[in-house]
């Protein structure tokens, strides 16, 4: 079965911080791989997306994918209280146009 | 970017009615839609994939014949909640993807059977 694994969390980080966020996937041919926040109510915003191994910036985020190791991370520096959320990954196994596989998501805390 | 809108955001029926659910492109052809449940605190739940002029796909344990989807043209799909009863009361969201922009979700609509 395809999973993708997260820390359910609360993960409680203090302002100005940075958050780590992890995930682990299980089938080794996925394709691309999705960071989403989720605020409670709200529908998932795209984070971050990343194909390759290694890390991609963008702002206070980064993630960061090790394909050899079935791992995908996503940093957040100077964390912000209103980047409290839950923070879904994602995966796309297939590739192509199919579904993406839902990690139960991590719910970050960021203390003022 | 990509723009799904979905219609409407909150709804709330009687148990035994139907209720439709909107999900459209906006700026774009939306061959492949896919339709998720996500109930209080629980991650998101893939119900079916839709593609445009077949017949849609649904998930192990998904009722074809509850949840009706139809993917009419490519940029607009709709689910179609048969006979709701109140354990069908969730979040229901819609997302496309399109090359290159990744997979971007609709608001979402906020089901609740009385």
């Given at each position: ?10 993960l ?18 996925s ?29 206070r ?52 | ?27 774009f052809?939306a ?7 996500q ?18 796909t ?15 043209s490519?940029t ?19 997302s ?19």
């Amino acid at each position: 079965q395809k999973e993708v694994e997260q820390n359910s969390g609360p993960l409680s980080v203090p302002e100005g911080a940075i958050a780590s966020l992890n995930c682990t996937y299980s089938d080794r041919g996925s394709q691309s791989f999705f960071w989403y926040r989720q605020y409670s109510g709200k529908s998932p915003e795209l984070i971050m997306s990343i194909y390759s191994n290694g890390d991609k910036e963008d702002g206070r985020f980064t993630a960061q994918l090790n394909k050899a190791s079935q791992y995908v991370s996503l940093l957040i520096r100077d964390s912000q209280p209103s980047d409290s959320a839950t923070y879904l990954c994602a995966v796309n196994i297939q590739g192509g146009n199919t579904p993406l596989v839902f990690g139960k998501g991590t719910r970050l805390s960021v203390i003022a | 970017g990509a723009v799904v809108s979905q219609h409407p955001s909150r709804v709330i029926c009687k148990s035994g009615t139907s209720v439709k659910i909107e999900c459209r492109s906006l700026d774009f052809q939306a061959t492949t839609m896919f339709w998720y449940r996500q109930f209080p605190k629980k991650s998101l739940m893939l119900m079916a994939t839709s593609n445009e002029g077949s017949k849609a796909t649904y998930e192990q344990g998904v009722e074809k014949d509850k949840f009706l989807i139809n993917h009419a043209s490519l940029t607009l799909s709709t689910l179609t909640v048969t006979s709701a009863h109140p354990e069908d009361s969730s979040f229901y969201i819609c997302s496309a993807t399109l090359t290159g922009e990744g997979y971007t979700f609709g608001s979402g609509t906020r089901l609740t059977v009385v």
